[in-house]
């Protein structure tokens, strides 16, 4: 299985309609993706889920003046934005992940609007006991002008970082804001005020803090 670099070629951005476009889209090629896998291209649940994909397609490419969607780890990428998810979401974003990588696919460009046969063609190379390579994904795809991404890292332990990164800093600093959060959080629940009693060493004094959500105090007491 191939990796290539993650390539960010510009500044992040993606305006707030095309962040819910965006998350709209990968919604719908997951359930794209998992119907190829069940139904027959000729069932009306595998049409109707093909033309779902094309409408999100359309409206996120419209929004977003084009489409590059990139999967790191465990990470989405959408035009250097990346996307977040939670619960049951995240789970079908993981299992998104996985069968892309079956495929031996870390991601997608679209620098032409989609057309409806593109997004079926897409979509039906994920149909059960299809399976291709890289390189015969990226041919099939590239006369309807979209592009492939091989299966792609943050790290390699037997070679160099093949991250660009601007892209680890944003996956870290992502990491950071949720570890804040739940900090908050925490903090949020416990008791209001708790009190901590201990002896300054050698002093004959003994501290009492006061510890709550806003603030922390001390007050110094004889012993």
Not at 82 to 103: A, C, N, P, V, Y
Not at 132 to 140: D, I, K, S, V, W
Request: include cysteine.
């Amino acid at each position: 299985m191939s990796e290539e670099q993650v390539m960010i070629d510009r500044a992040p951005r993606l305006s707030e309609r095309a962040l819910h476009y965006a998350h709209d889209f990968l919604g719908a090629l997951f359930m794209g993706v998992r119907t190829a896998q069940i139904h027959d291209p000729s069932n009306t649940a595998f049409t109707n889920a093909v033309a779902r994909v094309y409408e999100c397609a359309q409206a996120l490419f419209t929004a977003s003046g084009g489409i590059e969607l990139q999967v790191v780890d465990d990470s989405f990428f959408v035009n250097g934005v990346r996307l977040r998810f939670h619960g049951k979401t995240h789970d079908s974003m993981r299992t998104l992940r996985h069968i892309l990588e079956s495929q031996e696919l870390g991601g997608l460009r679209m620098r032409a609007p989609p057309t409806h046969e593109a997004i079926r063609r897409l979509v039906s190379m994920f149909a059960a006991g299809t399976r291709a390579t890289l390189e015969e994904t990226r041919a099939a795809l590239a006369s309807f002008d979209i592009g492939v991404l091989g299966v792609q890292r943050l790290a390699d332990g037997q070679g160099p970082v093949r991250v660009d990164r601007r892209v680890f800093a944003l996956h870290s600093y992502a990491k950071l804001i949720l570890a804040l959060r739940e900090h908050a959080a925490i903090i949020e629940h416990v008791q209001p005020t708790a009190r901590i009693r201990g002896c300054a060493p050698g002093s004959g004094w003994c501290a009492s803090s006061r510890i709550s959500p806003s603030c922390a105090t001390t007050a110094w007491t004889c012993s």
